[in-house]
């Protein structure tokens, strides 16, 4: 019966809304006696759904709007004010409609990313072709997805290529190549060819279900005001009641009395916050950008200064040898081929990339390393084939006492100042040859940076490990207002803690483990995504999905834009309520009069959340 | 310890959210309950030695929300 009533209420509000307009339309048509008759009906039918949801709720012990509806309408009923009844029960009714439906849209931007989740998936399994429910898929799966399918779990290719829309993940549009060995994710899209995959995470464990999952957290995450406002209504419906007695008392005017029960229910001003947040948080998740909830919003729209790591964050992160200078007696692959084989046992991304070239020129790398040694921020040490190698900056190979003669030198000069790292690889104390690396900077960068100016960033920073040189020629270049290089991790802890201490309110963008603690220091953490590394999307404060620099341009309006748009609901919906009382007290407001400009101001702070969904940052690009 | 998460009709006031949760706290057996307001999910723990999610369902449908789905773990 319950859920009858509940199921058929869009009908109820049709109904009594009939009836009313029939009400008013009687007395014209000669039929004066039945206007009561009709409105009546009216009030019962539409009270019918809210009072059972006000018992309910009391059955439970909890405390409802629609207990203060229920008893106001009765009131009204006892005091034949039956326009009055039949008007605010239907307006509750629609208005809850109304608001259930605008509020389905600004949580739209979610509900088109949970439904780009796949439902079915083709495996294969003992040599037969199956299609089964994604939930049924376990790892080590062979799954098959052909042109225009979704990918139903995270996996590796293992044959076959494929050009992969995967806009679920990163918000780009763009398709990306993918062969064999590649990572693919959940819900992104094949957009031409056709793969086999093995599965490595399934259901909530693969990427985009944790995606979905922070972002279902940031939207619940509620900012400072959010709080104020939902303790403030806390007290402040019991103390609506409390009040409205206490009038009734005073003035034994029932009427009086109720239409102020009616008019002070809180709903803009509990209301209006949270979706400001809920629309903005989910524009961002739709253009690859995770927020993770109001109070990072508010934070991140005061941000005045920026400290970028430059190597993977405004550089493309993915370095290349471009010269090895040779001054020792070995062929220059040999050299390659040793030092290769030391960094393979380091994690820095220099050291990959040295061991990256070798792998290209088809160098054999096994062996053993006897003494290996990372020595952090500075380079590694080790031995092999019965050589002393030390494998680094200038600081390492000082540390070692090995002697870098003016040629050496100079040549590691004129390299650094073309924009490479220059490092030093030392056989049995004499330095041996010298690997050029480069890291191109970002494309969107320039925009992005004077896109951030251009919205109120003060100050922007570049911290480095890398050498001077290299990180004045990058800073020159994107025309940034300082920078440090050299730096160790802990180092750019110190730099963000001070700056903090000088009243800056600081965003720190990092793309590594290496950032991780200076990314926790700061007011707000950016992490560059990469497709989502667990590290960093948990630790983050903000994490952009797409490696783009635009998308951090694009965060931060959408975080002005959205506290904006929060004060503005929140003012508008206080200035509402203090309209309402006067105009109660006043005697201009009455029952229905209220419960409509009520019911209006809620859809009317709901309305505004929604322009966030559309919200775009000036010139962004069309695939943002 | 098991876990529970029910997706309910759209839920629309944000004092749902007080009423649900604190009813569910107040329920035997349960550890935890979550309501995600803009997602419309409760997410529960709860000893699976004295309750199930058959009787919070009925809990949350008692309130006057209609599941929609469940999902156990």
Redesign the interface.
Known sequence: MIKHINKHRNHITAISSILIVSGFALPFLGYESYKDTALITATIIAIIPIAIKAFQAIRMKAFSIELLVTIAVIGALYIHEYTESSVVTFLFLFGAYLEARTLEKTRSSLKALIDMAPQEADVIREGENLTIPVEEVVKGDRVVIRSGGKMPVDGRIISGKATINEAAITGESRPASKAVDDIVYSGTIVDNGYIEIIAEKVGDDTTFAKIIELVEEAQESKSKTQKFLDKFAQYYTPAVVILAIIVYILTRNLHLAITFLVVACPGALVIGAPVSNVAGIGNGARHGVLVKGGEVMDRLSKVDTIVFDKTGTLTKGMPEVTDIKNFSGLEVEELLRLVAKVETISEHHLGQTIVKEAKKRNLNLEGEIINGKVVKGNGIKAEIDSLVLAIGNRKLMDAENIQISDEVSDYAIGREKAGNTAIFAAIDGQVAGIFSITDQIREDAHRALAELRKNGIKKMIMLTGDNRHTAELVANELGLDEFQAELLPENKVEFVKKLKEAGHVVAMAGDGINDAPAIATADIGLAMGEGGTDVSMETADVVLMADKLMQFSHAYALAKATVRNMKQNTFFAVAVVFVLLAGVLSDYVHLASGMFIHEASILIVILNAMRLIRFKSTNSSPNL | MARAEFILE?L????CV??IE??LAKAKGVESAKV????N?VKTEFDEAITNSEKLKLTIE???Y?VLSSKE?
């Open positions: 759209p629309t006031c944000p004092t007080k009423k604190s009813t995600l307001f803009n997602s999910k008692n309130l006057g209609s773990s």
